[in-house]
């Protein structure tokens, strides 16, 4: 099974920029949707991006503009840019992955594959 391992978070000010990375154990690119989840203290974990297989993208309406989730297919490797970053963008965000496609992809039950998390925090 595929292992997901989140870096690049941080601290951060109003404004500012952070690119979260997701290193995955073995090529997920042909047989992998990806996606990006965040959870913020006393709130239900929430999709943030999706990347399909096909290169599709997704994004909640709350990072719209902001935020561009890619993937590096030769290294593995998931991105998720994050621009104009906000204080209510901070959150604990995980990479997920699983070979079944779903339209409701900002849903976490509908992924099955996590990696343990990064924490985003965002100042004032």
């Known amino acids: 099974q595929v292992k997901l391992v989140e870096s690049g978070g941080g601290s951060v000010q109003a404004g500012g920029s952070l690119r979260l990375s997701c290193d995955a154990s073995?090529?997920?690119?042909?047989?992998?949707?990806m996606a990006w989840f965040r959870q913020a203290p006393g709130k239900e974990r929430e999709g943030v991006a999706y990347i399909h297989i096909g290169g599709t993208t997704a994004y909640a309406d709350s990072v719209k503009g902001r935020f561009t989730i890619s993937q590096d297919n030769f290294k593995n490797t998931l991105y998720l840019q994050m621009d104009s970053l906000k204080p209510e963008d901070t959150a604990i965000y995980y990479c997920?992955?699983?070979?079944?496609?779903?339209?409701?992809?900002?849903?976490?039950?509908?992924?099955?594959?996590w990696g343990q998390g990064t924490q985003v925090s965002v100042s004032s």
């Open positions: 073995a090529s997920t690119s042909s047989s992998y949707h």
């Open positions: 997920a992955c699983d070979y079944q496609r779903s339209d409701a992809w900002y849903l976490p039950a509908n992924w099955h594959i």
